[in-house]
């Protein structure tokens, strides 16, 4: 049996399930209006800092070498860190769609009419799909024992997308 056409179904399956988790975010309604719309001032991506650490092999090591070390131990870290990382990846969308919304109300509010941030936006509204996707496919792939997950891309697209909020807010201020 040709070992290829498995690989390649596999494959096939992760990108579409990729798309799907990417274009279901796009489309999804801005946050609700009723916050504070300054909250962004004080958001920093530092709170997003204990994710990178969720699924160091250090901690695993560590375990391991403990007096009373059974696998079973680990398998149940495992379980609740990835139950921890996926209610921090929904704060984080949630917080991306909110800081996003702000650079739209920005952008709407201007003083002067910016096409080309609009572009901006879009982009970093992909790029953030895109990178969480990845991550939602890593995690797949982590709980099957293959590979770790890795989120500075997904951290860096929600830090743009505040650095984006500052460049707008001078605009806005005169609105």
Do not use: C
């Amino acid at each position: 049996m040709n070992v290829a056409i498995p690989i390649a179904a596999t494959l096939v399956a992760f990108a579409a399930v990729a798309f799907f988790l990417l274009f279901r975010k796009l489309s999804v309604a801005a946050p609700r209006s009723g916050s504070d719309p300054n909250w962004w001032r004080d958001f920093s991506v530092a709170r997003y800092r204990p994710l990178a650490r969720l699924f160091s092999p250090d901690d695993y090591t560590f375990l391991e070498a403990q007096p009373g070390y059974r696998p079973e131990i680990a398998r149940r870290l495992r379980v609740e860190r990835r139950r921890i990382f996926r209610h921090y990846l929904r704060s984080i969308s949630r917080d991306f769609d909110r800081l996003h919304a702000t650079a739209r109300l920005f952008l709407l509010h201007a003083q002067q009419d910016r096409p080309e941030l609009a572009g901006v936006l879009l982009k970093q509204r992909l790029v953030f799909g895109y990178a969480m996707a990845a991550i939602h496919g890593r995690l797949v792939l982590q709980t099957l024992g293959l590979g770790t997950v890795d989120v500075r891309r997904l951290v860096g697209a929600v830090d743009a997308m505040r650095a984006q909020l500052l460049a707008l807010q001078p605009q806005a201020a005169g609105a």
